[in-house]
């Protein structure tokens, strides 16, 4: 095959590869309409990034909710199907194991230059996920002294976790698995309580019993 004729082939393969390697990445290509003065845009590519299958979606979805007022609900709502996604693919992971969600609005919720309405909505939104990996950053936000709404929307997502009056309803064991820690029953009967417990537990008993015991006879003599 002569020279002449070989070249237009050549010279259409050069420019698929051209053209290969200017296709946008589809995270760039979404990060572009995030900075668009088009909110119908910024909107579409929110909810492009809810269903999309990549790590960077949440760093995305967060600096949205970070820094986009119009897209502070649709961004929330997507960092929750995210943040329970990853949980629910996740079913075995242990203590130290952190959902990229909860990570990243742990920070969030810290951050005192962001907007109360802001941090309560990452607040809000670690409630919503519903895993008790989130109650680390929420208890250090419990105190805020910054906004009375950041403080009332971590005492609700910690009530919708089972935390609730300085103690915790379920607690997470190094291996992963929740138990029901307030209730001390529960935890004798399941063999997750220690000798020493159980020891204090039968001395606190014996020492309720008789004082219960001897009130109606105490009342008996005042009459």
């Not at 949440?58 to 709502?77: I, K």
């Not at 709404?149 to 607690?171: D, I, Q």
């Not at 698995?177 to 997750?192: A, K, M």
Request: aromatic letters at 4%; charged letters at 30%; proline letters at 4%.
């Amino acid at each position: 095959m002569s020279i002449r004729r070989v070249m237009p082939w050549l010279s259409l393969a050069g420019l698929l590869m051209l053209l290969a390697g200017c296709a946008l990445d589809p995270i760039e290509e979404q990060q572009d309409k995030l900075d668009s003065v088009k909110v119908a845009e910024r909107k579409a590519a929110v909810e492009f990034l809810k269903g999309y299958e990549d790590e960077r979606t949440v760093e995305l979805l967060v600096e949205t909710l970070e820094g986009d007022p119009d897209l502070l609900e649709q961004a929330g709502n997507a960092l929750v199907l995210k943040g329970r996604e990853w949980e629910e693919e996740h079913p075995d992971a242990k203590k130290s194991e952190q959902n990229p969600v909860i990570e990243q609005l742990g920070q969030t919720i810290g951050d005192m230059h962001l907007e109360a309405a802001v941090r309560t909505k990452a607040c809000w939104v670690l409630g919503e996920i519903g895993s008790r990996r989130a109650v680390p950053a929420l208890k250090g936000r419990a105190a805020d002294a910054s906004s009375m709404t950041v403080r009332s929307e971590v005492a609700n997502s910690l009530s919708k976790l089972g935390y609730s009056g300085g103690t915790m309803a379920r607690e997470m064991l190094s291996d992963g698995v929740f138990v029901e820690s307030y209730d001390d029953d529960v935890r004798e009967t399941r063999g997750l309580m220690s000798e020493e417990e159980k020891e204090a537990r039968a001395a606190a008993k014996e020492t309720e019993e008789p004082a219960a015991e001897a009130e109606p006879s105490t009342a008996s003599e005042k009459a």
